[in-house]
């Protein structure tokens, strides 16, 4: 089973519940104008982050951000056909927060090692190139030598150490008009970084050192609520259920009541929710670290009990996501099937939306043999692939059925935009968020 | 013979003398990062006026823009696939210049009549309701009452005549932010559209009433030589040779001497370069009215004695353009031979590339079966039809050849984007001309 990126294969939705989610896309489509001006309306006072990417499940009955990620890698997994628009949008982005740069520094993850990540570092310079930019990569790693990776296109990209000179940084032989982040900041806001006279984008206070999941999922539910009213959806369509938990400590057994209260709550609105749209599914519900990123610290439940009951080895894999970060806030988020499959293997699939500043800009499917339909799919090994969209999310056709191709992903475009706008509130609460 | 917008088909390329076309097509692909510095930098100084197409020859041996209108009609002629370029250009364009325009008033020719016309107005407004504006049409015909036309999808686009209030105007239950021409007030500006407090898009300056080819083509030729030094190629290879004549009434014959010497120095000079590079064609002049528009006023020449030999017919085809101008001034511009053929009929083609604010949104061929390869094609009739382009000319592809088709739409891209950038300097100098 293999997907290139060239193949226009769309996941196949294997349920039998299709009606609300045909209800939502038929209706994305006929109000596509007003929903157009809505957002229009939305980026004039909340400028959008400066690129991200969003986690999308299409249950059939129910299609649902489920994770929002504002450093995002895989820009590499995307359609080539869609590079111009990248190249627009990323114009766009750069003129609205620093129109005279020319110059623009990228710093990468500091995990070297992982092949896929470097490809997108190799894409996003393409693109920056592309754009018009002269781009360097420049490693938080200011104790190291300077290396180079090898592209699978044969291309080298030296990534070298970055210097600081008063409050300015750079490469020996480089001096950026502004600093691109491709870092998350899991472990905190380099000194490096700090006080700058350059723009960094995005700002430092969007780091997962300073985010927290359940933040952006409140920002996004008033959101969803809001665009419901105005277009006579039900928010629980569009938005998953959740609840935050205080201070955990999985290794110590620290608040397991508050989760188990909480996951317990969770699953009984959902289940009133099925029940109200005659789903028989089985509710689940998602555990995730409420800072944590990479897929690390998830974990599927069932039923409170399975919180108390966790083995050592569950507790570990829980207890410590990226770079050694411990767990200590929890998010309890409803559980949303991914319902599209794939190949004779029926592979799940799950949509992944690209945006940079307020343009969708293409977006793949994560395909993973080796998971479930209710299980994260954020888990790269062997079995994952990813299925580069064969539409830009940007182009809906009225003369086709609301599940065609294009207007599909154009559902996914809208939701994924709900999730961005959510994130583009968060940041006008953090300090330097302009951006 | 019949070409649907979403055939693949790129013209074939019918000339033994693709040495220096390939040459250029390798230099545009190898330089390409810094031609989009190149372009970034210019843009930063020279904003791109919000929207232009600009017809392009492509001989073989040389590839040149013949003509650039800034009221570009034809947007339904483009690749559907591409839209979503169109409307992140015209977001970008808008908020250049108005950044809180919610509500525009497109202003369409007066001429009602023309079919095709109206499908072009109906793509403006379908692509700026999905860049989230409210769109509305509203005519200079304000002696008239309301119309509507209906397009070929079904939708009506209801054309009611402007009002004035003060120092705006609108419609009767409409208030733009900002007023969008797609007429080229070849008639000069309107009394209604004078002096008024919102913005104005393109400026009234930069109608054909103000404009002359000749001041385009002297930017461009500066640029030409510009581009050439930095990218070392021949500016002659992408610049068509041309000179201007004073005042010439064809009525009464006035002025043939000068127009008749500078058709001597025009072929004399082409004749040069053509024995330079080996072609043995005939070199051959177009004759065109320096204010001129609408493929009106404009003739093929192979001998200065042509002009002095005018009958009553041909004199009367040149003296009056569109809505009944008398042509005054012309222009005598080196003729670019176009060896782009398509079908069996091999029906000769030229490209027509579409730009939105400085990017690039797609174009078309103007396919013509009955016009010769020396001959101006804009000249809609039976035999013409239009081809969408395949690729939107920004996704150039070093993998493949510099002859295949999304190299050669790229390096339709640079041409044109040259001619943009000649445009943008036009409209540096006109007052009110930051837009």
Same mark, same amino acid.
Request: glycine content about 16%.
């Given at each position: 089973m293999a997907y290139g990126p060239t193949q226009q294969a769309v996941p196949h939705l294997?349920? *039998?519940?299709?009606g609300p989610l045909l209800a939502l896309e038929k209706r994305f489509l006929e109000r596509e104008t007003r929903i157009e001006q809505w957002f229009h309306e939305r980026w004039l006072s909340t400028p959008a982050p400066f690129y991200a990417s969003v986690d999308l499940r299409n249950a059939g009955f129910k299609l649902a951000p489920v994770d929002t990620n504002? /450093? +995002? *890698?895989? /820009?590499?997994?995307?359609? +080539?056909? /869609?590079h111009p628009l990248c190249v627009q949008a990323l114009q766009a982005a750069v003129e609205r927060l &620093? %129109? =005279?740069? *020319?110059r623009i520094l990228l710093v990468p993850e500091n995990?070297? $090692?992982n092949t896929f990540y470097w490809e997108n570092i190799g894409a996003l310079v393409m693109l920056l190139e592309r754009a018009g930019y002269k781009v360097r990569v420049g490693s938080l790693l200011t104790g190291e030598a300077p290396l180079s990776w090898t592209l699978a296109n044969g291309r080298v990209i030296p990534v070298t150490p970055i210097v600081r000179n008063g409050n300015r940084v750079g490469l020996p032989d480089f001096n950026p008009c502004l600093v691109l982040l491709n870092n998350d900041l899991s472990t905190g806001p380099p000194e490096i970084l700090k006080d700058l006279g350059q723009p960094v984008m995005?700002?430092?206070?969007?780091?997962w050192w300073n985010r927290l999941k359940s933040d952006h999922f409140t920002q996004y539910r008033r959101l969803a609520v809001e665009f419901g009213e105005v277009n006579d959806i039900d928010p629980w369509l569009i938005d998953p259920v959740f609840r935050r938990c205080g201070r955990i400590d999985f290794q110590k057994r620290e608040g397991e009541d508050c989760l188990a209260h909480n996951v317990d709550e969770v699953l009984r609105l959902v289940g009133e929710k099925y029940r109200e749209y005659g789903i028989t599914e089985e509710p689940f519900v998602i555990v995730k670290?409420? *800072?944590?990123?990479?897929?690390?610290?998830i974990m599927t439940v069932r039923h409170a009990d399975e919180v108390r009951q966790l083995n050592r080895r569950q507790r570990n894999k829980m207890a410590v996501i990226k770079e050694g970060q411990t767990v200590q806030e929890v998010m309890v988020q409803e559980g949303v099937y991914t319902f599209e499959t794939l190949g004779p293997g029926q592979a799940v699939a799950e949509p992944v939306v690209y945006m940079i500043d307020r343009f969708v800009v293409g977006g793949f499917y994560r395909v993973h #043999?080796? $998971? #479930? $339909?209710?299980?994260?799919?954020n888990a790269p090994g062997m079995e994952f692939q990813s299925l580069a969209f064969?539409? &830009? &999310?940007a182009n809906p056709d #009225?003369? =086709?059925? %609301?599940?065609a191709g294009p207007n599909r992903f154009y559902a996914y475009g809208v939701i994924a935009r709900l999730a961005l706008l959510a994130a583009a509130r968060e940041l006008q609460g953090t300090p330097g968020g302009q951006a």
């Open positions: 294997t349920t *039998a519940l299709t504002l /450093f +995002p *890698a895989g /820009f590499n997994n995307l359609n +080539p056909a /869609f &620093c %129109p =005279q740069a *020319a995990h070297t $090692r995005p700002p430092l206070s969007l780091g670290a409420d *800072a944590g990123t990479y897929g690390m610290g #043999g080796g $998971r #479930g $339909r209710d299980e994260n799919l064969a539409e &830009c &999310c #009225g003369t =086709q059925s %609301p599940d």
